[in-house]
């Protein structure tokens, strides 16, 4: 019986033979790509067959480190389940986009994208927290050479700049994790189930500290432009599409389980800033020069936006708000994929350069329309649904927070609206004459498909998304929203 | 006549093997010149084996108190005397391909044997007296033993600033117990706990030894801000033998400061504490600034080694049955990481041996892709360093800084947290430097001689370290069981 652990060893193991052995660039690619398809097969055979109310499923506990009380459990809930799908698929998508790309030393960035892959389902499956420590603080190491190896101009300075922020998050979360494992009644043990509502409000603080880092929550986010502008194309993808989710995930899947108390005393913090992020990303969104700074400022937005779904701390903000990080992970995904296509195909990202491309390129303008108005939300696509969610939810509890998001997703719609007239209408920019991009084809553009094919079909069946992840998220907030009377 | 002290020779086989087989490989190699190199590598590692398997095989066992009560053989010695083995064994191992080995391997595997039992006294004894010679037999013999590339200027002038400086702390350690013993009338470590806990009039005398000694110690275990012999002699010392210094020396001395402040000083733990900490914070904070500026990688790794030292602080800081046993997993997975990063850079001496053998960060650059293991090795041991997962460095940075924050010293492990962040900035740069695209460097270097010991000690290392992140159980019931024998204050 396959179980969660097989979809952390299988990566594991690949990227460690693809570290050792020096294989050709088509093989290495090839064996990369199998094996984060095969991934994403058992995800799909673990979706069939998972049951809405049957709790944790297809897990592993066993005893690991004894003296420390530390046990490997792992096991997949609804919202675990729904991460680690869109992980398996995000990572297909830029392995394949890395293949067609032709890195350098590409076996090595192919072993480091499974890597990564391997440390997010740890941390999205994990239900011991040094487990889920592992995964997020071990991400950071694939993550930062990929940035470093394979990085722009200004890599070295974004490394800083990511370390600065992310390590001191993830070692103080660290320490809060080691106090709530170590005075455990009992000898020490850190399965989740144990820490509930022992933290005080240091530890609180330290966990929300490393998550609104990783997030990123408004304003921890300083790390994000750098990280996202310098990064290779699939590994923006990566880090925007759905590492900057295991914070989201942590929030409503450790944070508020385990601090209910914390969690409704400090929830305005939350929703304070998640407003503020929402406004303030779109804003700058709105006045940025190219197309990733757009999709950059956008996540800030977006995750924002999730976390104060997270702590509305009611079914629908709570519903709304794990929809709204799929369906996002899948749009800035496929959004960084596009902007890196156009930068290597039109020798710029810049909109100065750009513009005037929908002419003559059918399949771009197609696939570029398609994901911005995903982005957008306009009704009718499942970013439209899980919006919806969260703005009910925040209606429920506070009438002028509807109307503050409303304006916030108004805003949304403007600067995805100026990225695709500038890119794909207005005068054709100086960069498209000289280089001439062609239309988009088969290699980047099946990379691209299968993530605006996952939006489509959430849009047409979001209710098949929704019920299998509402007992579940329901469950995760329920403490707290007894704590805060609702 | 004199009456001498009972001896349990079996408690102190070990050691009894050890000197044996230094002197025993002195007088063959005498009538053997020509296999010395081959005699050397056996006598070697014969003696050590002989001494870890007295060890090993008394683990476990009652402590063993002799020679008057002055030396004690308990499970912590047990463990000391078994990394010092081991660590001594990856060297000779790592020293087969050295010209200087092949000439003077006699006198450099026997002064290392030396430093080996010396070792083990210090880490087995009770008793002021014995420590120091313990103390001296290691020192004296280490001080050689970073001398002994002779062609080396940098070599000698690293024994020689390591002599001049180590007697200086030998020598206030010794001021010290003179002064404590001034006040208790005792060299014996319980004799001065138990005189200080009934409290004399000697307060003032008291303090002065208890710096004094303090002092003494922090030069030994290279803390800020006694820690200015540490950057020169890692630097210039031959670099098995800076692997060697940088995991057993440092065990050592930690064990020796532990036994000391808490069997022979836990009555004024108000006197010591305090120094600790402040020790601990500069320690952690300067070291890691420092390594950030350096750009010769043997350098890079003292600097952090001194960071790792305040680390290391915090576990006697915190001073319960946790903390110890967080210092004692920390520093002997410190050892083998230590160990494994010096032979990676020894491999890469090897290859460079035009441009003098400078492991400069520039220099290293792109070797990573004509020496693929050794540098992924490198890796793992810098992510040991860095404490990261799943390594046996991530499992003993959260032991003792877990045991911080459940013990109320929680800004000790921030602090510890800040030094983290510092030291994966510049261990970093040591990966990306050598796997930096721009320059290839001469692709399929040929085989030198003797790298096959290295590739041993590489993977014994690396083994190690991997295990140690991610089936530690194992090791850390071995580090309770081993510092269960330190008098626990608290």
Known sequence: ?486 | MIQGPSVDWIAIAPEVALIVGAFGLLLLATFARAYERGLSIVVGLGALAVSVAFSVAAWGNAPVVTMADAFRVDDLTELVRITVAIMAALVILLSVGWARFREHGSEFTALLLLVCAGMGVVAGSTSFVTLFVGLELFSLSLYVLCAFDGKSRASLEAGFKYLVLGTIGSIVLVYGAAFLYGATGSFMYGGVAASLAEGGSHDSIVTLGTALVLIGLLFKVGAMPFHMWVPDVYEGAPTQVTGFMAGATKLVAFVALARIVLEALPAVEHLWSPVLIIAAVVTIIGGNIAALVQTNVKRMIAWSSVGAAGYALIGIIVNGSDGLRGLVFYLAAYAFTAMGAFAVIAVFERDQVREKGYATLDGMRGWGFSRPFAAMAMVVFLLAFAGFPPTAGFIGKFVVSGTAVTHGYAYLAIIGAIGSVIGLGYYLRVILSMYDRSRKSDVGLPASPGLGGATLVILICLAVVLLGGIVPGILLDWSGQASAFLAVVK
């Open chain 1, 1 to 486: 019986m396959i179980t969660v652990s097989w979809l952390i060893a299988l990566p594991a193991i690949a990227a460690i033979v693809l570290l050792l052995l020096p294989l050709g660039q088509k093989i290495a690619g090839y064996l990369a790509l199998l094996v984060s398809l095969a991934v994403a097969g058992a995800v799909i055979g673990f979706i069939y067959r998972y049951e809405p109310l049957g709790g944790l499923q297809f897990g592993d506990n066993i005893a690991w480190i004894n003296p420390l009380g530390v046990r490997w459990h792992v096991a997949l809930n609804g919202v675990s389940l729904a991460m680690v799908a869109v992980t398996a698929l995000v990572t297909c998508c830029a392995i394949g986009y890395g293949m067609w790309a032709r890195r350098e030393r590409s076996h090595a960035s192919f072993a480091l994208l499974l890597l990564t892959e391997a440390f997010l389902i740890i941390v999205f499956t994990a239900q011991d927290l040094v487990v889920f420590y592992i995964g997020f603080e071990g991400m950071l190491i694939p993550l930062l050479v990929l940035l470093a190896a394979w990085g722009g101009k200004g890599r070295k300075a974004a490394m800083v700049q990511v370390i600065a922020y992310t390590a001191m998050g993830t070692l103080l979360m660290l320490l809060a994790i080691a106090w709530l494992g170590f005075t455990a009644p009992g000898g020490p043990n850190f399965d989740m189930v144990a820490a509930i509502g022992r933290g005080n409000d240091w530890v609180f603080a330290a966990f929300a500290f490393a998550l609104a880092i990783k997030s990123p929550l408004f304003p921890f986010h300083g790390w994000v432009l750098p990280a996202y502008r310098e990064s290779s194309a699939e590994v923006a993808a990566v880090l925007s599409g759905v590492a900057s989710k295991a914070g989201g995930f942590a929030f409503l899947a450790i944070l508020v389980p385990l601090f209910p108390e914390q969690s409704a005393k400090y929830a305005w913090v939350f929703i304070t800033l998640g407003a503020i992020g929402f406004l303030y990303g779109a804003f700058l969104a709105f006045r940025q020069p190219d197309g990733r700074g757009v999709v950059a400022y956008s996540s800030i937005a977006q995750m924002s936006f999730i976390i104060l779904g997270i702590f509305l701390l009611n079914d629908r903000g709570a519903t709304g708000a794990t929809f709204q990080m799929v369906n996002h992970a899948l749009v800035s995904a496929a959004l960084f994929l596009l902007a890196g296509w156009l930068e290597t195909q039109a020798g710029s990202g810049s909109f100065k350069h750009l513009g005037g491309l929908a002419r003559s390129r059918p399949v771009l303008a197609t696939t570029a329309l398609i994901l911005g108005m995903a982005a957008l939300a306009v009704p009718g696509s499942s970013v439209f649904a899980s919006e919806f969610l969260i703005l009910l939810g925040a209606y429920e509890n506070y009438w002028w927070l509807g109307a503050i998001i409303t304006l916030g997703i108004v805003l949304a719609a403007m600067y995805m609206l100026r990225w695709v007239s500038a890119v794909l209408h207005e005068r054709e920019g100086d960069f498209v004459g000289t280089h001439n991009p062609p239309d988009l084809h088969r290699g980047a553009l099946l990379c691209i498909v299968p993530l605006a094919l996952c939006l489509l079909g959430l849009s047409i069946a979001p209710a098949q998304f929704t019920d299998r992840v509402n007992a579940t998220t329901t469950a995760m907030i329920n403490a707290a929203a007894k704590e805060a009377g609702r």
